[in-house]
């Protein structure tokens, strides 16, 4: 009885030494590998998708450019129009269009439709001289801020990074004064001294309050 349970376990043992032997060369190869990766995913730890600060240099490339590289669109978009203008990275200007110049007129250039169609047009003019991708640069506040963005990628662009450069008053300059309807309705606001001319016009308006008896 001894004798066969000893066997049995030799027996278990000369299989488990050569079952271990067999996945050695896998292991081997799996343990290659991920060193073969790590590389790799120490490059991803620097990758991005926010574009690189002025100064630092990045690994990222649009068809082969570096992101200081790339042609920036500036839409300027204001209440009564949109103007669309793709320079290069040499501030050399590349396509100047507009929502008057593709045939709009009055107010429908104001509308989102029409730099919509700006986009597209200045989109396929900026393709034909080369450019594939380019950087957003958005001023203004109109209707048309993103129909411009998107009629550059309809138009075959691809938009890398948008940046918006619309002007913000820090305190700036004085507001225009009260009109006359707003000023008329600071005279009814506060009570005036007695005997001045709008005295009996604020009594119409004084609403009638209970009295209150104070125990």
């Not at 002025?54 to 068809?63: D, E, F, I």
């Not at 001289?129 to 801020?145: D, E, F, I, T, Y």
Request: aromatic share 6%; glycine share 10%.
């Amino acid at each position: 009885m001894a004798n066969n349970l000893k066997s049995s376990c030799r027996i278990a043992l000369v299989r488990r030494v050569h079952t271990g032997l067999q996945r050695l060369p896998g292991v081997a190869e799996n343990s290659a590998s991920e060193a073969a990766e790590a590389p790799k995913t120490q490059n991803n730890k620097d990758f991005s998708f926010s574009p690189p600060v002025p100064g630092k240099g990045s690994t990222l490339r649009w068809a082969g450019k570096k992101y200081e590289e790339i042609p920036i669109a500036h839409i300027k978009a204001t209440y009564n129009n949109t103007h669309i203008q793709v320079v290069s990275a040499q501030n050399a200007p590349l396509t100047l269009l507009s929502c008057g110049t593709e045939g709009f007129k009055n107010a429908k250039k104001g509308t989102a439709i029409a730099a919509q169609t700006t986009g597209i047009a200045a989109a396929a003019k900026a393709c034909v001289k080369g450019v594939s991708h380019v950087r957003v640069v958005v001023k203004g506040l109109g209707p048309g801020r993103l129909a411009a963005i998107k009629g550059l990628t309809m138009g075959g662009l691809k938009v890398i990074s948008i940046t918006d450069n619309t002007p913000i008053p820090h305190n700036g300059c004085r507001p225009r004064k009260a009109g006359s309807a707003v000023s008329f309705l600071c005279l009814i606001g506060s009570p005036p001294r007695l005997g001045s001319p709008t005295f009996l016009s604020w009594e119409k308006f004084q609403l009638p309050f209970p009295s209150v008896d104070l125990i």
